[in-house]
Antibody, heavy 114, light 110 residues
Framework: EVQLVESGGGLVKPGGSLRLSCAASGFTFSSYSMNWVRQAPGKGLEWVSSISSSSSYIYYADSVKGRFTISRDNAKNSLYLQMNSLRAEDTAVYYC???????WGQGTLVTVSS | QSALTQPASVSGSPGQSITISCTGTSSDVGGYNYVSWYQQHPGKAPKLMIYEVSNRPSGVSNRFSGSKSGNTASLTISGLQAEDEADYYCSSYTSSSTWVFGGGTKLTVL
């Protein structure tokens, strides 16, 4: 059974940083691209970033480019999202998703507020 | 990276069929057969219902079907059931190698 478990969310002040993690199991993690998708409270889904299986290809939404960094450790079956210069509008539940959205974690809430 | 356009809400009675549209451009929906549809119940993670325009993952009811014509993709749910009441999102791969979602459609089963 595929499992994706996000962690690292919490309350952070504007301008602060946070690192999200996603622990994967139940599939060959190193064979799949991975994504971060977020959902602001009461709003729709927004794609944030993607990383290819070997980290050769990385893409970001314009809204986070230059502030967020996606990475992965295939030896640890883990996906990461380093979030810097956080803004109030980054407040959302952050999901990790496998490949083209075949599987999703339960999400971790990031709240940016003073 | 403009969001794909979906109707804000649709409704139908049990047993009826409904269709949700998802309109993009030739740079996303119209240019690739990588359109997916997700179902999301309140407080839950999204669930993949359709991938690559018209394919159903294992375990998804055959009451759910997808199609595409030009820059518009569609999700049809036949034989509506109470448990189908949820938010539905489309997504598409884009020419920038990114992904874009629709704004979401709230389905109400009357």
């Amino acid at each position: 059974e595929v499992q994706l478990v996000e962690s690292g969310g919490g309350l952070v002040k504007p301008g602060g940083s946070l690192r999200l993690s996603c622990a994967a199991s139940g599939f060959t993690f190193s064979s799949y691209s991975m994504n971060w998708v977020r959902q602001a409270p009461g709003k729709g889904l927004e794609w944030v970033s993607s990383i290819s299986s070997s980290s050769s290809y990385i893409y970001y939404a314009d809204s986070v480019k230059g502030r967020f960094t996606i990475s992965r450790d295939n030896a640890k079956n883990s996906l990461y999202l380093q979030m810097n210069s956080l803004r109030a509008e980054d407040t959302a539940v952050y999901y990790c998703a496998r490949d083209s959205g075949a599987d999703w974690g339960q999400g971790t809430l990031v709240t940016v507020s003073s | 990276q403009s969001a794909l356009t979906q109707p804000a809400s649709v409704s139908g009675s049990p047993g009826q069929s409904i269709t949700i549209s998802c309109t993009g451009t030739s740079s996303d929906v119209g240019g690739y057969n990588y359109v997916s549809w997700y179902q999301q119940h309140p407080g839950k993670a999204p669930k993949l219902m359709i991938y690559e325009v018209s394919n159903r993952p294992s375990g998804v009811s055959n009451r759910f079907s997808g199609s595409k014509s030009g820059n518009t993709a569609s999700l049809t749910i036949s034989g509506l059931q109470a448990e189908d009441e949820a938010d539905y999102y489309c997504s598409s791969y884009t020419s920038s190698s990114t992904w874009v979602f629709g704004g979401g459609t709230k389905l109400t089963v009357l």
